[in-house]
C-alpha cells in the first residue's frame, strides 16, 4: 500500500504507478512539477510533441530526431552561364582561351578580360518566400508550386543562399 507523501492518504494503484502524491488540490499544488515539452516534428498536417526527460535528451543529442529534409540538397550547382545559342555557332566561334593563360603574341600583351558575374534567375522577393518556405519544411517541388517555378531552380535557390549563408 503506497500513500501520499503530502497527507498520507492511501493513492489508488494505478496513480501510485506515476505519482507519489493524492488529487487533493492542496496535494497537487505542492508536488505537481511541470513538464517541459520539445517539438521534434512540425508541418503542416501534424505536430509530434515529447516530453523532455533524460532518454529524450539523449536522443535528441544522438541525432535521432533529425529532420532528414534539412540536409543538403546536394552538391553546389556549377555558375549559370548564357546558355550557347546552338551547335554551328559554338564550332564556328574561336576557343577561348582558358583562365590563368597568357594571350598570344598578336594580342593585346594582357590577360584576357573577365566575365560579368551571371545574375541570378530568380528575383529576390522569390528568394526570400523560397527560404521561408524551406525553413517551414516544405519540400522544393512543393516550394516550386506555390511559387510557380520550376523545382530545380527553387533547389537552385536553396543552395546558392546556404553558399551565401543565408540558409
Not at 19 to 41: H, S
Not at 43 to 61: G, H, P, Q, S, V
Request: aromatic share 4%; net charge positive.
Amino acid at each position: 500500500m503506497v500513500c501520499c507523501v503530502t497527507c498520507g492518504t492511501e493513492l489508488h494503484p494505478d496513480r501510485a504507478r506515476k505519482y507519489d502524491y493524492c488529487t487533493a488540490p492542496a496535494c497537487q499544488e505542492r508536488n505537481l512539477k511541470g513538464l517541459t515539452m520539445v517539438a521534434i516534428g512540425m508541418n503542416k498536417a501534424a505536430e509530434e510533441f515529447m516530453i523532455l526527460d533524460e532518454e529524450t535528451r539523449a536522443d535528441l543529442a544522438s541525432g535521432k530526431y533529425r529532420d532528414q529534409r534539412r540536409g543538403s540538397f546536394g552538391p553546389p550547382a556549377p555558375p549559370a552561364g548564357p546558355p550557347p545559342a546552338d551547335r554551328t555557332q559554338q564550332a564556328a566561334s574561336p576557343a577561348r582561351p582558358l583562365p590563368g593563360a597568357k594571350a598570344s603574341a598578336g594580342g593585346l600583351g594582357g590577360s584576357s578580360p573577365r566575365p560579368a558575374a551571371a545574375r541570378p534567375r530568380w528575383t529576390p522577393s522569390q528568394e526570400r518566400l523560397a527560404l521561408l518556405y524551406n525553413s517551414q519544411g516544405l519540400r522544393p517541388a512543393e516550394i516550386a508550386a506555390k511559387l510557380r517555378l520550376s523545382s530545380h531552380l527553387v533547389t537552385q535557390i536553396i543552395l546558392a543562399a546556404k553558399n551565401r549563408g543565408k540558409a
